[in-house]
């Protein structure tokens, strides 16, 4: 089980005071030498957090691997073309979230997806896409080429009753071996933390986590390299 992590909090943080602190490529730097597997931003259309100064530099340093996330709109897959990431995660991407809301419609919009899949592959860039844990999304996805699904276990995240959890456990698992039957890479995050992690972990067909807010804010108590420790510890 590879982890990647997201370090958009880091930018967050950053720019509640407008400086240069903390910086992401040093956040980077951090969790790559704590044994993270990749780094994941999302360049999001109002910039609230990861600006494309940060996209372009962490492209410079990672040594790992580097997942940007973004919405399929012309102006990101201009920079995304540009900037060249080792992996593309489409999402959907509404302004008014606090955060990403819901997997991909793939179904509904296949012809364009294909396009944008199509673009990224023409450089060589395999894309991931964001989906909820249904295997009409996960089939959609492989229709159109795609390489990985990362499947949103936000719902899952977000469940405090133990039968809900549970069965949306058994759902993620039930996709995750569906989308790996069917030759997908699988992914999963969102909303996964040090407690919630553990029986996701436990998935053999899920391949990576991607994962930020919580390893972030532990980081503020126990430090970032601790935090990505620790994590590390439970995914594996
Ligand atoms: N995966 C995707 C597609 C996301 O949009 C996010 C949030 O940016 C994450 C994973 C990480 O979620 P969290 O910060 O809740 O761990």
Redesign the pocket.
């Known amino acids: 089980m590879r982890l990647c992590i997201?370090i958009?909090?880091i930018a967050t943080l950053r720019n509640a005071r407008g400086g240069n602190t903390p910086d992401p490529t040093e956040a980077a730097r951090i969790c790559e030498r704590s044994g993270a597997h990749g780094i994941?931003v999302?360049l999001r259309e109002d910039r609230r957090h990861i600006k494309d100064h940060d996209v372009r530099k962490l492209r410079e340093t990672i040594s790992t691997k580097l997942d940007l996330?973004m919405g399929a709109s012309d102006e990101i897959i201009g920079i995304a073309l540009e900037i060249v990431p080792d992996l593309i995660?489409l999402?959907p991407e509404k302004r008014q979230e606090l955060?990403?809301e819901g997997g991909l419609d793939v179904l509904g919009q296949k012809d364009r997806l294909r396009h944008v899949i199509e673009k990224f592959h023409s450089v060589n860039i395999p894309v991931s896409l964001?989906v909820d844990p249904m295997n009409a999304q996960i089939n959609a996805s492989r229709e159109i080429e795609a390489d990985m699904i990362?499947i949103?276990t936000?719902e899952y995240?977000e469940s405090s009753e133990i039968g809900n959890s549970n069965r949306l456990l058994q759902e993620i698992a039930r996709a995750a071996q569906f989308g790996k039957s069917i030759g997908l890479e699988v992914?999963a995050?969102?909303?996964?933390?040090y407690v919630n992690v553990i029986p996701v972990a436990a998935i053999s067909s899920i391949d990576e986590m991607?994962?930020?807010?919580?390893?972030?804010a532990r980081a503020a108590f126990v430090g970032l390299e601790q935090a990505v420790k620790e994590m590390l510890d439970l995914v594996k």
């Open positions: 997201n958009d909090h994941v999302h996330e995660t999402v955060t990403t964001f990362e949103h936000g995240s992914n995050g969102h909303g996964l933390n991607s994962i930020g807010h919580s390893i972030i």
